[in-house]
């Protein structure tokens, strides 16, 4: 018997159905809690294979969008520009004296656009073929090794995940991991897609829905 579907932020079960389906026509339930607004994929209703990140997310996810993905170089570039506009606002943020960890930093971009506005910044990146790219073109401290065994307590001032909350399976307790590593006044930035996005909420354009919603990513955060 199917388990029933509850909500992991706050566990409620006053749920309702979205969609059965996610993008591809792959079989997801995404439900939308009635408690607290969380719209999540169920995981219990699809299987999410080990090796995604490393061979389906780039060479069909991804590249549905973005062909530049399977190339890093390419995929830098494109991201370097689509990225200044964040790295500019977070470079106001900082003096130069700041240790910054950027986790799931891809190829890199938004780290080489904020390294020298930085005492020292690290990456984190699971794709191995991204990780190399960092370290060996850019040259830039990044690996795809824990966290927990990378790093002491309270060693960062600054913590930055774009897009990337909404692709781990239990955020409340990564978060927990990640604060630990913050110093007792470091701050946390995250930047996720927006939930409340008006080609599914405002226009109900059932096309994008079908195309919306997709495995990777695990909840839709609303402010």
Same mark, same amino acid.
């Given at each position: 018997? %199917? *388990?029933?579907?509850?909500?992991?932020?706050?566990?409620?079960?006053?749920?309702r159905l979205i969609t059965d389906k996610a993008r591809f026509g792959r079989k997801a339930d995404v439900y939308k809690?009635?408690?607290c607004g969380l719209t999540f994929l169920d995981q219990n209703s699809f299987d999410f294979p080990e090796d995604f990140y490393e061979k389906e997310y780039h060479q069909t996810y991804i590249t549905h969008v973005e062909p530049e993905a399977l190339n890093p170089q390419a995929y830098y570039e494109k991201m370097k520009k689509a990225t200044r506009i964040w790295a500019d606002k977070? %470079? *106001?943020m900082l003096s130069g004296q700041e240790v910054v960890l950027d986790i799931g930093c891809s190829t890199g971009h938004f780290i080489d656009l904020v390294k020298d506005k930085t005492k020292k910044i690290y990456g984190h990146e699971l794709n191995v073929k991204e990780t190399e790219f960092c370290r060996n073109v850019?040259?830039?401290?990044v690996s795809n090794q824990p966290l927990?065994?990378?790093f002491k307590e309270e060693s960062f001032d600054y913590?930055?995940?774009i897009y990337v909350l909404e692709h781990i399976a239990k955020p409340k307790e990564f978060l927990r991991s990640v604060k630990k590593l913050l110093k007792p006044d470091g701050k946390l930035?995250?930047?996720?897609?927006?939930?409340?996005d008006a080609l599914v909420n405002l226009y109900d354009i059932p096309q994008f829905r079908s195309f919306y919603y997709c495995i990777e990513h695990l909840f839709y955060y609303n402010p």
């Amino acid at each position: 018997m %199917a *388990k029933e579907a509850i909500c992991p932020l706050c566990e409620g079960n006053n749920l309702r159905l979205i969609t059965d389906k996610a993008r591809f026509g792959r079989k997801a339930d995404v439900y939308k809690c009635q408690d607290c607004g969380l719209t999540f994929l169920d995981q219990n209703s699809f299987d999410f294979p080990e090796d995604f990140y490393e061979k389906e997310y780039h060479q069909t996810y991804i590249t549905h969008v973005e062909p530049e993905a399977l190339n890093p170089q390419a995929y830098y570039e494109k991201m370097k520009k689509a990225t200044r506009i964040w790295a500019d606002k977070f %470079a *106001k943020m900082l003096s130069g004296q700041e240790v910054v960890l950027d986790i799931g930093c891809s190829t890199g971009h938004f780290i080489d656009l904020v390294k020298d506005k930085t005492k020292k910044i690290y990456g984190h990146e699971l794709n191995v073929k991204e990780t190399e790219f960092c370290r060996n073109v850019l040259k830039l401290d990044v690996s795809n090794q824990p966290l927990e065994n990378r790093f002491k307590e309270e060693s960062f001032d600054y913590i930055t995940m774009i897009y990337v909350l909404e692709h781990i399976a239990k955020p409340k307790e990564f978060l927990r991991s990640v604060k630990k590593l913050l110093k007792p006044d470091g701050k946390l930035i995250v930047l996720v897609p927006n939930e409340q996005d008006a080609l599914v909420n405002l226009y109900d354009i059932p096309q994008f829905r079908s195309f919306y919603y997709c495995i990777e990513h695990l909840f839709y955060y609303n402010p």
